[in-house]
């Protein structure tokens, strides 16, 4: 799940570490009060789940509250990449005497948490990491102690830092690889974490995303501290109509999982396809022979035959769909007569001859031999294990090919 | 002759009332495998396919007289992390976690535990494992009489993030008349306990086994990390790997997810 800077600045707040003043605001009268409030120029920064806010003009600079509102004003009506700001973050515009960088992330190898710190902070890390390796420092935070501050001072230390800077700095990572692991981040960003003239330090950006997964024993975070909306789910593209249909049909039913996408899908041949690992190497198995997948899909864990019939009609009434291919690696959880079942009570349903729509059926494993003689009985082109996943695509593209336009 | 698992492997089954571990279970005890108690608090006294049931590990492993060799927890996501610890500290070595959608800290937590006790943990979001005609721990293969079709004895040592790609896998090995020495479904997440090069040592000291074949999607660097161990220790075993998802390489498929929780370009 995403943040927007104004709720990763907040996180960044609840986790003690010192940030400067700053208002979010959604109208303009608001911006020129927060202006007020900051004292001396600010930035009002457009808050959106979207890249290159600067370029698009999402950035403004002001040196009175009137012109704070102005440009906040402006903002809030501007679109940037399709989204609509949430609203506008007004920020001082702060005396930084140097830039640092700290984030933690996810080591999968290692199976800990990462902290990365440099002293050569407001720009990209991969490439302070490429060009000055020596100013970027790295180190792992346990997983089942209370996180000492030395496993952070150890990676400050690392780029060179010490004296008050070393001190101040420590506490600040310390902190953010607690709220890391505290809140189910997969990552926690600050950059640039800013020291003042006066010495101080502040994080002046922050960038947070928190796992998927975590997001149901997170709720005091997200609905109280943030007051996030138990339905914004952040998603980074709106589902079309195919995939909210197929979203409901599995919702409808507890048993087993169907899933479907079509984004960036246009072809004629609709895929009833699984599990995780088959419809990967099924979707690239149709393509590489000249296939045009309709979609992608994923049947698993034994759905029943309603949830196979309503992904297979899904699939068929989507636009262009001549033909579906009915095709999974073998299976030991899901019945292959239940699927069986569900795309023939499909092909029925929509008046259309199962033996003419389903252009292969290949699901070996549990139950096949009952699956296999429901559709037999409808002249449904079956194949068992002996067939690859490969030859059986290929054999529903040609059939395809094969087929009046 | 196999790695993890042999013919005396004993284990437990963590959430044995559930509906799944329930199948599970008779699928084991029908290949084979020896499954000598399960654990769901507050069931104590029930059998399960003549599996007795405990309310703790602890009981189980007083029941049987000796330590546990593994265990195949299939409880909810928020209850996975405390079957794990009570697993590991009361000496079991070989965890499966079958069940899906825990938490990355959750996992991680349990790996360095387990790193501390000498454990090992396969999954989670994973089938489980098998060595042909032996034993099988986890629902990996389906039932005795499926997973016999599949699985025959043989050379070949199988790791696949996918579950159902390692018994495609090994089947298509079987047909061809080869056969698999022991095979690993390692599970789809991000993190997960047994990596490919954390796999490969026990391969490698196995005699049977004489090549391996992985099954990979994009996302995370267990590839790289698996070749870097072939070539720091001169490994003997030849390694096919297959790696699926080459579609979602393409301009209009950014920012969408498919396939496993650690399938990410």
Known sequence: MRFYEFEARKIVELAGIPVTKYGFCTTADEARRAAEEIGGPVVIKSQVLSGGRMKAGGVKFADTPEEAAAHAADILELEINGHMPKGVLVDPKAEVKQEYYASVVWDGTAKKPLMLFSDMGGIDIEEVAETHPDHVGKGHVTNLMPIPDFEAKQVVAATGVTGSQLNRATPILAKLARLFRDYDMTLAEINPLAELTDGSFVALDAHMEMEAEAVGRQKQLLRVRLEIAEDDTRETYQPSDFERNVAAIDAADHRGVIQGKDHGFEGNLGLVIGAGGGSLTLTDAVRSQGGKPANYSEIGGNPSVAKACGLAKEVLEKDGVEKIAVMMSIVSNTRVDIVARGVIKACLELGKDPAETIAIFRIPGAWEDEGFKILERYGVETCDRSVSLWEAAGRAVAKIQGAPA | ?265
């Not at chain 2, 070595?93 to 959608?101: G, H, N, W, Y």
């Not at chain 2, 825990?102 to 943990?121: F, H, S, W, Y």
Request: aromatic content about 6%; hydrophobic content about 40%; glycine content about 12%.
């Open chain 2, 1 to 265: 002759m196999s790695i993890l698992l042999n013919r005396e492997t004993t284990f437990i089954v963590q959430g044995i009332t559930g509906r799944e571990a329930v199948n599970l279970t008779r699928e084991c005890l029908d290949y084979g495998s020896k499954i000598v108690g399960g654990v769901t608090p507050g069931r104590k006294g029930r059998e399960v396919h003549g599996v007795p049931v405990f309310d703790t590990v602890a009981q189980a492993v007083e029941h049987h007289g000796g330590p546990i060799d593994g265990s195949v927890v299939t409880v909810p996501p928020a209850f996975t992390k405390d079957a794990v610890f009570e697993a590991i500290l009361n000496g079991i070595k070989l965890i499966v976690i079958v069940t899906e959608r825990i938490p990355r800290r959750d996992v991680a937590q349990m790996v360095e535990l387990a790193n501390m006790e000498g454990a090992r943990i396969i999954g989670p979001n994973c089938l489980g494992l098998i060595v042909p005609d032996v034993c099988k721990m986890g629902g990996i293969g389906g039932p005795a009489k499926d997973a016999a079709k599949a699985y025959a004895p043989g050379p070949v040592g199988v790791m696949s993030r996918s579950g159902g790609m390692t018994t495609e896998i090994s089947s298509s090995l079987t047909q061809a008349g080869l056969g698999v020495s022991t095979a690993v479904s390692i599970g789809g997440d991000a993190i997960i306990g047994s990596a490919y090069a954390e796999l490969m040592p026990y391969f490698e000291a196995d005699e049977e086994t004489k090549a391996i074949v992985i099954y990979t999607e994009p996302g995370g660097r267990m590839e790289a990390q698996l070749s870097e161990w072939v070539k720091d220790n001169d490994s003997r075993l030849p390694i096919i790997a297959f790696m699926a998802g080459k579609f979602m390489d393409d301009e209009e498929m950014k920012g969408m997810s498919f396939g496993h929780a650690g399938t990410i370009l």
